[in-house]
């Protein structure tokens, strides 16, 4: 990503002519992100993980950017393992004295205590990927640096951050690259065996290259005085107005409400042991 050269992003209209894509500001889709994550793990209900996660389904179903097969494809590679594990580990094998039992087999027994840790944790740790996920899937370098930047931060912060983002498809391609070389060079790629066996070369050279580009990045990062510039212009075309800055500002403090409500005891959700209780 350069900063030099503004990039418009925009979508041609049936007339032919450019119009930008309706979305929202980046700043407002990370203090949205930021405020759900800090309800999922600030509120000790399975209800509000829920809510948030079929919130996030319903937005990725209506993007006009992120795909719901891949963003179901990517949280149902990392999440169903992480349920299988937590079943295991915590609903199974839960160690705690007195419990109620809901099955057992030996060693191995259901409880509700075990599913009540399982579930919440689980759930926590699904809309965190779900949120990221759709983050993630739908954001660039450049658009995630437009909206650090408008929520004041540095901008060699900022920099950074989007650079990251920038480094994900620069893995994937150079993995790819360095898989077709040995392949040229008479390697079995397709095989797994000898995949593994690649594996400590693949990693150094990708590592290599991260560092690489990271170099570059830098260089280019002092060459523009991105660093020492007190105000840059906005690398894209946000849609914003006096409506989503209000929604930045309300958002934060209606999260910290729920939250104090919620340790004050004043917000009544039911938590994981009984809801799983009355099942």
């Known amino acids: 990503m350069s900063p030099a050269a503004p990039v418009r992003h925009a979508s041609a209209d049936p007339a032919g002519a450019p119009r930008p894509t309706r979305r929202l500001h980046p700043a407002t889709e990370l203090v949205i992100l930021g405020c759900s994550l800090m309800l999922v793990f600030g509120i000790p209900s399975p209800i509000v993980p829920v809510i948030i996660l079929a919130g996030t389904i319903v937005t990725v179903a209506a993007s006009p950017v992120v795909r719901l097969r891949s963003w179901s494809m990517t949280v149902g590679f990392l999440c169903l393992p992480t349920l299988a594990v937590l079943i295991v580990v915590q609903g199974l094998f839960y160690p705690g004295a007195e419990v109620h039992v809901l099955w057992q087999a030996g060693p191995a027994r259901l409880s509700v205590e075990g599913l009540t840790i399982a579930v919440q944790i689980w759930l926590r740790v699904s809309s965190l990927i779900g949120l990221c996920a759709l983050f993630g899937l739908g954001a660039d370098s450049a658009r995630l640096f437009d909206g650090l ?15 990251a983002i920038g480094l994900i498809p620069l893995i994937g391609t150079r993995t790819r690259h360095i898989i077709e070389a040995r392949r040229a060079r008479g390697w079995a790629t397709d095989s797994w065996r000898v995949r593994m066996r690649l594996l400590p070369g693949i990693v150094v050279g990708l590592v290599t290259a991260i560092l690489l580009t990271v170099d570059q990045r830098h260089e280019v990062l002092e060459a523009s005085g991105l660093d020492s510039s007190p105000s840059t212009v906005a690398l ?7 409506g989503q800055r209000i929604l930045r500002i309300l958002t934060p403090l209606v999260t910290l409400g729920l939250i104090a409500a919620s340790v004050a005891g004043a917000l009544p959700l039911p938590g994981a042991a009984r809801l799983i209780g009355g099942v």
């Open 149 to 163: 930047r408008r929520l004041r931060l540095p901008s060699t912060v900022a920099y950074v951050c989007a650079s």
């Open 236 to 242: 894209q075309d946000h849609t914003d107005g006096t």
